[in-house]
């Protein structure tokens, strides 16, 4: 069965700095996605980056990157440039598809990140 | 464009009633979910559909109902509510195509307190 660890519950950074998030997982799956979400005060819960297993090569979405070390099974978001709107919620999600049009996602318990001005 | 819609989004239950959390999209996902999400515990799967007349049970499907009579709306019903269903309910749809990596698209959110 899959599992998503993520080991940081709380994070605090200074705005400006940039900080990691750490999130590792356990699959026997070779061809999975792998998502982090960001849940911010409001609650709605948005997409910030997503990782194809089959890409080598790092997602970026401005000032979101991800390490994804995929022997390692880790799969770390660092938020460059903190921004106040940054503070929230951050869950880790690995996904894979069981057959046409099914997911299976598994969600980590999730990192309160707060940035300080 | 509305995405996904969830109502009500603050709802108070005495034990032993029922209610439905409404959910609609408007993207024509065939994939739509409903999460519960509590503290510690990250998000976890209570029932999905793949498509209209489909439907299959999560992780967490104990006193939950659902039905997927139209692409759009996905509802979830709580026969009998009990303390242990107090939470915060998403809804989530997503489809399979080009230009998709099965991300889920979430609702704002249903806190339910059930006393």
């Known amino acids: 069965a899959q599992t998503v660890t993520q080991s940081q519950p709380e994070m605090s950074v200074q705005e400006a700095e940039t900080v990691t998030l750490s999130c590792t997982y356990d699959?026997?799956?070779?061809?999975?996605?792998l998502f982090w979400y960001k849940q911010p005060p409001s609650r709605q819960m948005i997409l910030v980056i997503r990782?194809?297993?089959?890409?080598?090569q790092n997602a970026t979405e401005n000032r979101f990157s991800v390490n994804f070390q995929k022997a390692a099974k880790s799969f770390s978001l660092k938020i460059s440039d903190s921004q106040l709107g940054d503070t929230a919620m951050y869950f880790c999600?690995?996904?894979?598809?069981?057959?046409?049009?099914?997911?299976?996602?598994?969600f980590g318990t999730g990192t309160r990140l707060k940035v300080l001005a | 464009n509305a995405g996904v819609t969830q109502t009500p989004k603050f709802q108070v239950l005495k034990t032993g009633q029922s209610m439905t959390l409404q959910c609609a999209q408007d993207?024509?996902?065939?994939?739509m979910s409903w999460y519960r999400q509590d503290p510690g515990m990250g998000l976890r799967l209570i029932h999905y559909?793949?498509?209209?007349?489909?439907?299959d049970q999560g992780e967490v499907p104990n006193g939950y109902n659902v039905s997927r009579s139209t692409t759009e709306d996905f509802p979830l019903r709580l026969l009998s509510a009990a303390p242990s269903q107090t939470s915060v309910y998403f809804c989530?749809?997503?489809?399979?195509?080009?230009?998709?990596?099965?991300?889920?698209?979430f609702g704002e959110g249903s806190r339910l307190t059930v006393l």
């Open positions: 999600a690995f996904m894979k598809h069981v057959d046409s049009g099914t997911y299976k996602y598994i």
């Open positions: 989530a749809s997503s489809y399979e195509g080009v230009g998709s990596a099965g991300e889920l698209f």
């Open positions: 990782q194809e297993a089959y890409k080598q």
């Open positions: 993207m024509n996902h065939e994939y």
């Open positions: 699959t026997s799956e070779n061809n999975y996605y």
């Open positions: 559909s793949v498509g209209a007349g489909i439907t």
